[in-house]
């Protein structure tokens, strides 16, 4: 079993300045290191005011986490990548996925938030039932895949067509050029990017939802999914249908297609709450090698000090 930390950097009581919540994410991120856990799971949220996350850019705070860490793995969960410019982010996770040496996991998403979408990308807004925020999610998705594992890239799509039609390629004096790159006319055909990722072809993918066709996506685009607070029959139920959904996609046996396992906790240490956690904890194991069955990728359980009668309801139904 796998032990991730999901971190928010949060700061509700708003007694600490934004530099105090990061020095004890430093801390805390070091001592996660030390101990021994496998992940640490960053998301991205803007123009936070209550103190529930202030990471606007969880590809910087990573960098900053990686240089003061050895072993542990970043995960983004997750980029809200219809808010970004598919080969800006692309450039930036490779960068990242170099400077941590590969220990680099990326879950995207569409956003959560109207505050966040609305005021960054309203393109993508995903309550208006056009369905745009999944036409331009799969877009940006297919262009960083694209620019990550092809030296000669170009695209053309609903949004973006790469290169720009036109462009004139300028080089270096005396430099060759790149292979596949230019046309006799001297005009841009194709291009790409420096860094490629340091893994090969890629980081491991993953797509934070909690709808049914959310799973679905993630299947048809080979992501792990990543979810969160649903009861054990549903969550079961999502990934009968993920892994139903990736055999026929890949072609493969629904066995094969199992789910990736990732518990995070965040727990205090009374007696009631170890007690639940151990317990979450023999299930959680035991299901791991069950025939046929896969937990998505993350599942937080949010403790208190004492056990609420909703957690016990969730024990029982797990």
């Known amino acids: 079993m796998k032990l991730d930390l999901l971190y928010a950097l949060t700061n509700r009581s708003g007694e600490l300045?934004?530099?105090?919540?990061?020095?004890?994410?430093?801390?805390?991120?070091?001592?996660?290191?030390?101990?021994g856990y496998d992940r640490i799971w960053l998301g991205e949220h803007h123009f936070d005011v209550d103190g529930t996350d202030a990471s606007p850019n969880p590809i910087m705070l990573a960098t900053d986490l990686a240089a003061r860490t050895s072993r542990i793995r970043f995960g983004m969960a997750a980029v809200s990548l219809t808010?970004?410019?598919?080969?800006?982010?692309?450039?930036?996770?490779?960068?990242?996925?170099?400077?941590?040496?590969?220990?680099?996991?990326?879950?995207?998403?569409?956003?959560i938030l109207p505050i966040e979408v609305m005021n960054l990308n309203p393109e993508a807004n995903r309550w208006n039932g056009s369905?745009?925020?999944?036409?331009?999610?799969?877009?940006?998705?297919?262009?960083?895949?694209?620019?990550?594992?092809d030296r000669q890239f170009s695209w053309r799509g609903p949004r973006y067509t790469f290169p720009e039609p036109g462009t004139k390629f300028i080089h270096s004096p005396g430099a060759p050029d790149p292979e596949g790159?230019?046309?006799?006319?001297?005009?841009?055909?194709?291009?790409?990017?420096?860094?490629?990722?340091?893994?090969?072809p890629m980081p491991p993918l993953?797509?934070?939802t909690e709808t049914v066709e959310?799973?679905?996506?993630?299947?048809?685009?080979?992501?792990?999914?990543?979810?969160?607070?649903?009861?054990?029959?549903?969550?079961?139920?999502?990934?009968?249908?993920?892994?139903?959904?990736?055999?026929?996609?890949?072609?493969?046996?629904?066995?094969?297609?199992?789910t990736s396992r990732c518990c995070v906790w965040r727990t205090s240490r009374t007696p009631t709450r170890r007690r639940a956690v151990s317990r979450s904890r023999r299930w959680w194991s035991?299901?791991?090698s069950s025939a046929g069955f896969g937990v998505s990728g993350c599942f937080s359980m949010r403790t208190r000090t004492r056990t609420t009668p909703s957690t016990r309801r969730w024990l029982r139904g797990i």
């Not at 048809?220 to 139903?244: A, F, Q, S």
């Open 286 to 288: 035991s299901s791991s």
């Open 131 to 149: 369905g745009d925020s999944y036409g331009i999610f799969d877009e940006n998705l297919a262009i960083v895949k694209g620019i990550w594992t």
């Open 206 to 208: 993953f797509a934070v």
């Open 17 to 35: 300045s934004w530099h105090e919540v990061l020095e004890a994410t430093r801390r805390h991120a070091v001592m996660a290191d030390a101990l």
């Open 214 to 258: 959310g799973f679905r996506r993630a299947a048809r685009n080979g992501m792990k999914p990543i979810t969160w607070y649903p009861t054990g029959r549903v969550l079961h139920n999502l990934c009968e249908l993920y892994r139903d959904e990736r055999a026929a996609v890949a072609g493969v046996t629904r066995r094969s297609a199992r």
């Open 83 to 111: 808010l970004w410019h598919p080969l800006r982010v692309a450039e930036d996770l490779a960068i990242l996925d170099h400077f941590s040496d590969g220990r680099l996991d990326v879950a995207f998403g569409r956003g």
């Open 181 to 200: 790159w230019v046309g006799e006319d001297g005009v841009l055909r194709a291009f790409g990017i420096t860094p490629q990722p340091y893994q090969q």
